[in-house]
Each structure stands twice: as C-alpha cells, then as structure tokens.
C-alpha cells in the first residue's frame, strides 16, 4: 500500500508513528495463511485510525506501518486508538497478535513522497524497544502530549546511534504489557567525554580484539596521563552493546583503604553482601549468569586488594575485566596492552592543536609556529594530560613561549640521560601548578578532600576562609581552573558537577598535606556532607523527595568518604548521625550498603550504651532481612530492649516484615504492629510504616473496619508531606482496603502507586512491593500469557538489583504460573529454595501445588532446597521462558 498521490506529507515539525508486529517471522513460519490475513486486517485497523486522526500513512514495511502527522497528541491518539482496536479485534483472530508502536518527533521535510535522514533512522530505532502491546515515545513526542498518561522508563541505547530518553504511553482501555522494553536500560555507569578522541585507533583496535576473543582480564599499563582511562571507556563504550549495556565503571582514585576496593565493585555492579558468603562470593553471586565488561580504573595504589577482586571476577563465566594501571596485577590470565605516548610529530600535535583551539578558536597550525608546537610536545614525551595543561595555556603564551617556559620548568630534570616519563608528567603538572596565582593555587590542592565529584556549593562550604579563598570568589576560581584544564567539568542530570583527575588529584594531595591542613580540610568535608545528610533526609519526605533523591545519589561516594573520616577519628556520634540520616533514602532507593555502614558502627566497643544503638540495630536488621538473613529478628529485638520507643521505626519495620512475609505469623505481626502504634512514632517514616502495616496486617488476617481507618491515616500523611515515596507507600495500603470492594479499584491504586514509585530516579523498594503483590492478585485470574511474562519481568528485576528478599518472594507466585503452565515440579523447586532460605510459601501456592503433585511434592521441594536464591532465580527465568515459548505455541491449535 503506497501513499495516495492526493496525500501531502507534513512537513516542518512532524511526529512519525511506526508500528510492527511481534515476532512476525515465527507467524510466518508457524502459520503463514492466517498470518496473512492478520495482515491484511492489521493494515486496515491502522490506516482508519491515523486518517481518522489527521495524519498520512507514509508506507508499509514488512510488517508493520510508517504514518506521519504535523500534530504530536493527534499521533498518540491515533496510536490509542489502533492499539485499542487491535487488541479487541486479536481476541477473535486465529493469530493474537502482539503490536509494538513508536512515536518519535523532528524537524523533516520530504523528499519525493518520503522521508529520509536522522529523524527517521532515531524513529525507527525508537520502536524497537517496545515489546508488543506497548506504545513508545521519545523525549521529544512525550514533551509535546499534555494530559497523557506517561511513564518515563529511563535512558536506553538506539543502536549505532547514541540513546535516547523513553517513555511509555499509558491509556484507559488499551492493555499494556509489564514487560521491560527490550533493550535494557542504559545500566553502563561509563563517564561522558566531551573532548575529541585522538591517534588511537591502532591501540583501540588492539583492545577491541582481546575483548573479543573473551579475555577475562586486560590490563592497559603506562605512566600517568598517557590516556589508559579514556583509551578504557572509548573501548567499552565500543562494546556496550554486545554486553547489552552491562559495563561497569569503578573508579578506585577515592579508595584510599584497601578494604575498600570489594565495596566499591560491589556498589557499582549493584551487589549486596549475601549471608553466608564474603563481599567478594556475593559479587561472583550477582554477576554468575550475566556477560558483563567492569571497568577497573587506577588500581596501582591499591594493587594487592585489586589483585584480589580482578581474581575472583575472572573466574565468573561470561564476566571480562579490563584494569587500568601503571603495573600490572600479575595474575597467570592476565593480558597485558602497553599504552605508549602518543607521536610526537603527529597525534601528539594534533591533540595540542585540538586542545588549544577549544581554549582560543582562532588558533592555527601554521609554518610560523609549527617547530614551536612540535618542540613542546617533544618536550613533553607525547604524554596526552601533559600536552593538554601545555595547550590550556594558549590564551596566555604563543607556542613559542611555552616552549621557552618548559625549558625553564623543566631544567631540574635536564643532565639525565634518561627521563622518566611520569618524572615529566609531574614535572608538567608542577609547571602548570606553579603558573596559579595564590588563591587558584590554594583552592586547586584543597579540592582533593573531594571523592567522586563536586558541586559549586560543596566547595564554597568545604573550601572558602577567610584568609586564602573568600566564598565569593569560589565560581570564578573554578572557573580559571576549569580554563587552565587542572578541573573537569561535566554537566549531570542538569546540574554543573567538577572533578580532578586522578594525576592532578594526587599532586594536589602532596602539596595540602605539605601545608599541613589536609586533615583539617578533610574534616570540614566529612561536617559538610553531614549536614547535607541531615537535610536532605528531612526533604525525603517532603514534596522536594526528587530532589533530595537526586542530590544524595550524586554525592553517594562522598558520603562514604565522610563516614569514613569520623571513624578514623573514633567519631562514633558523628558516624551514626550520618547513617541514620541517609537510612530511609537508602533502604527505599535500594542502597543497601548503609546496612553494612551500621554493622561497622555496631562493632565498636560500648556501643550497646549509646544513644544511637537502637536506630543502627534497625538499620542493620533491615539489612539482613533484605538478603534473606537469619539475625534480623535478634538484631532487632535487641535494638527494642535498648530503646522500647524505637525512634525510627527501623526495628519494628523489620519485625514486621518478617512476621509478615517471612514467617506468616499472625500472632507476632498484630504484636508487632499494634505496640509500634502504641508507641505513638514521632518520626513521618515511622508512622507512615506503622499506620500501612498495621493495614496490612488488618487486611490479611482480620478485616475489619479498622484497616480502613489506619489507611485514611496514612494517606492523610501522605498528602500532607507531598512525598511521592509517601503517596506509593500509602496506595499499598489503600488498594488493600479497597480490593476488599472492588477488586478493580484496588489493582487500579496499586497501579497508580506503582506509577509513582517509577517517577523517582532509580531504583524504588515500594515497586518491587506492588509488583509482586498485583502479580499475588492477579496469578489466577490474569490470562496465563500476562502472568507468566509478568512474574518473568519482576523476577528479572529482582535478579539486576540482587535483591534476595525481593527474588524468593517472588517464586511462590511464579510456582503458581508454572503450575497453570504445566511446570509443577519447577514451581516446587522454587518453594524449597524458598523455604530453604528462610522464607515460608503462602498458602495459595502451597495447595497449588499439592494439587498438582500430591504426594510428590515435598520430594521435589527438598530437590529445590539445595539451590541459593540466585541460582533458583536463573532456574525460574529459564522456566518461564519455555512456559510462555510453550504457550503461544499452543494459542496456534
């Protein structure tokens, strides 16, 4: 069906709309006669719905519609409304087909009754990530459609052409799939560079192939500044796709202790400590099943414990590392790539007439200065950091007087017959170092106290006196830095943030420490980060919770590091402070290491004494109940005896949960639940917990008009304190309640709750609540089809945040639609891991599957008690594969 010749193309800002069938090729195969009749109908549903709302169908390909429209709402209704029909109309067609539809907006004119360029290659790119039964916009559709149920699901990759930010279109009456979309989420932490990528392409070329070949270490080596990082993240960001987005960047320059090396790989691949394994078995755990490249940055001064971590990882099938580092870790599979200065009569010039130019556009390599660029880089031993300080300076000194400024700098090293590359790079960094005035010079060192990166604010409340740096001074002093490339600068999530480089942040550190301030400064940061905690933990439940989301996940690392400095300093107060301050971020964004931050508190001697114990007991029994741990209940008890009024809730929360998802008891969880109100919570966090819990318990085990009153309760906070967490958390309760009525109504507010746990940035607890408890719900009555992708998504889910709790929750829902599948014996494989780790199956799974096994199934369940949690999770993901494989294969007989 080609375009009508009385049809004119929009032009100008056009919204394309592209929908495609799932899996046509296999209904090609399977059934190629009733496929060609689905076709044929799919092809009139979707030309009535686009002229029906004003658009154009541009062509049909394969198997699926181009249509175009000068209005974006006008698109999204169109592709409602074709959705919509499709749906009802698969229904009653020998073939349920699955449509997956993309919306995607640009500046385009046609050309010859078509469109072509970059417009229509992001569009067609962008379709591709929905599953069928999802429509799918870009950023720049979803900015233009007011009034439209929208999901933001994050940044994803577009192949070959960068990424784009995703949102799902949501509408009443159209059903969409809970599957995630197909390419996963953006999960490389890999760093943004902004500068050109230079005379590589040889050593790329040469990294490329050992990552091919499935090398399981490579480690890039050569002195400081000689570009081993970018060369690193250019690779990786080469292969990211084949990884399908698992490529981990872990920068050790803030490592200072070496214990510390596993914690850092841990956080950021998203592994939690596992009971009954070490730090560095729960990695192996978390990455066992996964291809995944992590990226070790900078390992030379904590070289031993990185020699320990690369070792673990290289024995995980499917897992490659690739290290960075001035010597290598000599390990027996270790491959070693040799990273030479750059040419310098070529690349080297190249970088520094590159370099120079973004400082002074006007600057020319020409005849005149020539000799005088090459002599500089020369001087300079082709060390990439090196040439780029040199080149910052162009706005200050020609070429030929930097070279006549080198020669100066650099006379201490002259007689030698030998220079030492690193002896020139710091040499190098001394010069430009020497070339700040006073203040640069006393701000550059004092920003080494930094760990991970920095804010304006942070450095005018760590770095400003009265003596040195005057606070007004600070954005210009950064600025003048950031111009002489001695700071980098790096805009994130729309705010300006600024780091050192690892070279420049050691110089730094040398030269603060011969002022004998560094400890001071370090102080002044760790107080800093503090009070940030504090205020920002107070705006969690607030209406600025995004905000405070965003900035306490930008200043993770440091923090970590301000904890660390007071427990150098035996700050037992100030330690416990700041733990307790983050906790409600932490535990509900699924930053699970504050757990183990409380355990460290708990380890000091006295602390049963102090004020704090009761809140980091809490703190750490949340923590071993949510990797399925045996000591919550005790921990907890323990923090109770201290302090009966429990000043957070931590330690009732965590007996809650676990008389409520773990044991099944009644008796415990009414205990629990009516003393924690009793003690009348005086923090927002714990009565918003103590208010929905006791709904909970209300609703599962004895209904009564009272769970509706606690429920109001909540919602009431709730809405007083505008905190969306607060609002998901209370829909939780709410839909209890009214499922009781309206079974609709209630999975409508879960929903709802659902949605906006998912408009916070990152991970959300209170998701992974209501998807395992609308999965609960709906196992029996959904279509198999949709139960059996739905338990397949959350698990998956689970599985990526290496959240046990959440994972063996899951599977005794999961043994249900196995069983509905067909697949009892791996349903009860599940239950036995399950039980086995401490959890008890409900009672619906549990007589699903004596129904279907009888006398075999405690058999089966201590087959499945021999599994760990994520082996029985890679166990229920292969399962369901098959089982949903097996059922659309039968909705063809």
């Known amino acids: 069906m080609e375009l009508a010749e ?57 198997d699926g519609c181009w249509a175009a429209f000068d209005s974006a709402p006008r698109a999204a209704a169109a592709a409602v409304d074709f ?24 500046e385009i004119e046609p050309t010859e009754g078509d469109y072509f360029g970059p417009v229509v290659n992001r569009a067609a790119r962008i379709v591709d990530l929905a599953n069928g039964n999802q429509i799918v916009c870009s950023a720049s559709t979803a900015g233009l459609l007011p009034g439209i149920g929208l999901r933001n699901e994050g940044t994803h990759d577009l192949r070959g052409i960068g ?94 202790d070496a214990d510390a090396v596993g914690e850092a790989v841990a956080d950021i691949v998203g592994a939690r400590r596992q009971p009954g ?38 024995r995980i099938d499917g897992v490659q590392v690739l290290a960075t580092s001035r010597e290598a870790l000599g390990l027996a599979v270790e491959q070693q790539l040799i990273v030479d ?26 005849s005149d200065n020539g000799s005088a660029v090459r002599a500089v880089v020369a001087r300079l031993d082709g060390i990439p950091l090196a040439i780029e300080l040199a080149a910052a300076r162009i706005r200050l000194m020609t070429p030929e007087e930097l070279v006549a400024r080198l020669e100066d700098g650099f006379r201490v090293l002259e007689g030698r017959g030998h220079r030492e590359r690193h002896e020139t790079l710091r040499e190098t960094v001394r010069w430009s170092f020497d070339l700040l ?115 306490l996940d930008a200043e993770w690392t440091n923090l970590r590091a301000a904890l660390d400095t007071y427990e150098a300093a035996d700050e037992l107060d100030l330690g416990a402070s700041l733990v307790v301050a983050l906790v409600w971020y932490a535990n509900l964004s699924m930053r699970f290491e504050v757990f183990s931050w409380a355990q ?149 507010t879960w929903r709802d709750g659902l ?3 998912r408009s916070l940035p990152g991970d959300h607890l209170v998701e992974h609540i209501l998807d395992g408890l609308i999965l609960h719900v709906t196992v029996r009555s959904d279509d198999l089809l949709s139960s059996l992708r739905g338990c397949r998504a959350a698990l998956r889910g689970a599985l990526e945040r290496h959240y046990h709790a959440g994972t063996s929750h899951l599977f005794g829902v999961t043994a249900i639609a196995l069983c509905r599948a067909g697949d009892a014996t791996t349903g009860a494989h599940l239950v036995g891991a399950m039980r086995a780790n401490g959890h008890e199956v409900r009672r619906n799974a549990r007589r699903t599957l004596e129904d279907a096994l009888g006398e075999e199934l405690e058999r089966h369940m201590a087959e499945g008690a021999s599994l760990g949690i994520t082996q029985a999770g890679r166990v229920a993901v292969d399962a369901l594969d098959a089982a949903i494989a097996r059922t659309e294969e039968n909705s063809l007989a």
């Open 163 to 256: 990424s784009e930010e995703i949102f799902m279109i949501l509408a009443d009456g159209v059903e969409t799939d809970p599957e995630p979309l197909r390419r996963p989420i953006k999960s490389t932490n890999l760093p943004r560079t902004h500068t050109s990528f230079l005379g590589r392409s040889e050593d790329v070329d040469n990294l490329l192939s050992f990552i091919e070949r499935g090398e399981p270490v490579i480690t890039l080596l050569g002195p400081g500044g000689v570009g081993k990082t970018r060369l690193a993240i250019e690779a990786a960001a080469g292969v990211s796709a084949s990884f399908r987005g698992h490529v981990y960047f872990c920068d050790l320059v803030p490592i200072a």
């Open 83 to 106: 959705q919509g029909r499709q749906q009802e109309a698969a229904s009653d067609q020998l073939l349920p087909l699955r449509i997956r539809i993309g919306l995607h907006t640009g």
């Open 755 to 757: 949605e906006l746990a």
């Open 600 to 748: 460290e508190l708990l380890e000091t001697p006295g602390i049963e004494t102090h004020p704090a114990y009761t809140d980091l007991c809490g703190t750490a029994a949340l923590g071993a109940y949510f990797t399925v741990h045996g000591s919550p209940t005790a921990l907890a008890e323990a923090g109770l005896a201290a302090d009966p009024t429990d000043p957070e809730g931590l330690c009732r929360a965590t007996l809650a949960s676990v008389a409520m998802n773990n044991t099944h008891s009644p008796e415990a969880a009414n205990e629990v639940t009516t003393a924690w109100l009793a003690s009348e919570p005086s923090t927002v966090g714990s009565r918003l917990w103590a208010e929905c819990f006791r709904t909970f318990y209300l609703c599962t085990y004895d209904p009564t008009p009272e769970a509706a009153e606690w429920s109001a309760a909540a919602t009431k906070l709730a809405d007083e304190t505008g905190s969306i967490t607060a609002k998901a958390l209370t829909a939780w309760a709410r839909g209890q309640v009214l499922s009781y009525e309206d079974m609709d109504i209630g999975l409508s």
């Open 437 to 551: 005035d006073s203040t640069e010079a006393a701000l550059f060192t004092r920003l080494c106290v930094f760990a991970g990166g920095f804010d304006l604010a942070s450095v005018e409340a760590v770095c400003a006196d009265d003596e040195l740096v005057g606070v007004d001074e600070i954005p210009d002093l950064v600025m003048a830095l950031v111009d002489k490339s001695m700071v980098v600068s790096n805009p994130v999530a729309g705010h300006q943030r600024f780091t050192l480089l690892e070279t420049l942040r050691a110089f730094a550190a040398d030269e603060l420490d011969a002022t004998g301030t560094r400890a001071a400064h370090r102080r002044r940061h760790a107080d800093h980060f503090l009070e940030l905690a504090r205020t920002q933990g107070d705006r969690f439940w607030s209406a600025a919770e995004p905000d405070a989301w965003r900035i």
């Open 341 to 366: 200065p750059l040419s310098a009569a070529t690349a080297g010039v190249e970088l520094f007439v590159d370099r120079a130019r973004q400082r002074d556009p006007r600057f020319e390599l020409t």
């Open 6 to 62: 009385h049809e004119a193309l929009p032009s100008g800002t056009v919204t394309f709309l592209q929908t495609d069938i799932e899996d046509s090729s296999g209904w090609w195969e399977k059934a190629p006669e009733a496929m060609r009749e689905a076709l044929a109908a799919h092809d009139a549903l979707i030309a009535q719905a686009v002229r029906a709302n004003g658009g154009v169908v541009v062509k049909h390909l394969g």
């Open 277 to 314: 394994m070490d730090l560095l078995e729960s990695i192996a755990d978390h990455l066992s099943g996964n291809n995944a490249l992590v990226l070790l940055d900078n390992c030379e001064h904590v070289i031993d414990a990185a020699r320990d971590v690369v070792g673990v990882l290289s």
